[in-house]
Structures are given as C-alpha cells and as structure tokens.
C-alpha cells in the first residue's frame, strides 16, 4: 500500500473548553497520512484513480471551519470517520496541534491512526 500526505495544514477553527476558545477562531494544525493504492493512477496517469490531496485538503478545511469542538479527541476521531468515507481511502493517520494552547510549549495535539476495517 501507498501513502499519500499533507503536513502541517493550517486552519483556523473553534476548539477548546475555555469561554474565549469558543468565541474565537484559533489556529489549528492538521497533519494527515491516507493508505492507499496508486498503482492504477501511475499506469494511467488519472487523478480519479486515487485519492485527491487538493479534495482531500479543501474537505478538512470547510469541516473544521464550519463546526465547534471542545476537545481534540472528538475534533480528530470525527475528522478520522469524516475522511474514511472518502473514495481509495483504506487507513488514515491524523495530528492535530493545537500551537498556541500551552504558552511554554510548540504545541499541544493528538495523534490516531483509524482504518474501514476498525
């Protein structure tokens, strides 16, 4: 199997249990690993033969913005089951940061690999 990847995407989305987290947009850091098969859109040269990056980034952008979270876990598991029932997808792996959570810190975040079969 294949990977296909993007790093570090950023969006700025509702997230946390704070009054102000709620309020205010805030940045949020989205790495995600999709499993797939390649292989026919190498022989054919073919987007539509596996899994679209730009698609793949535009659809993680328009979830985050439009809904509210008070946690990670349930922003990254709903986002894991969100991108699963996209098309060549088998497995996808997730890190979501949140950077400016912790003053001390890079970031703070969480990390989940979710598959069809789980």
Do not use: W
């Not at 990977?3 to 947009?25: K, S």
């Amino acid at each position: 199997m294949d990977r296909i990847f993007i790093d570090n995407l950023e969006v700025l989305g509702f997230l946390g249990i704070h009054p102000h987290e709620q309020a205010q947009r805030q940045l949020i850091r989205i790495s995600v690993g999709i499993i797939t098969d390649i292989k026919n859109a190498a022989k054919t040269d073919d987007i539509h033969q596996t899994a679209n990056y730009s698609t793949l980034s535009r659809q993680i952008i328009k979830y985050v913005e439009e809904k509210h979270f008070l946690t990670i876990e349930a922003l990254i598991e709903s986002l894991a089951q969100l991108i699963l029932k996209m098309d060549h997808i088998l497995e996808v792996q997730l890190r979501i940061e949140k950077p400016d959570a912790v003053p001390l810190a890079d970031c703070v975040g969480v990390e989940i690999t979710r598959s069809n079969s789980d």
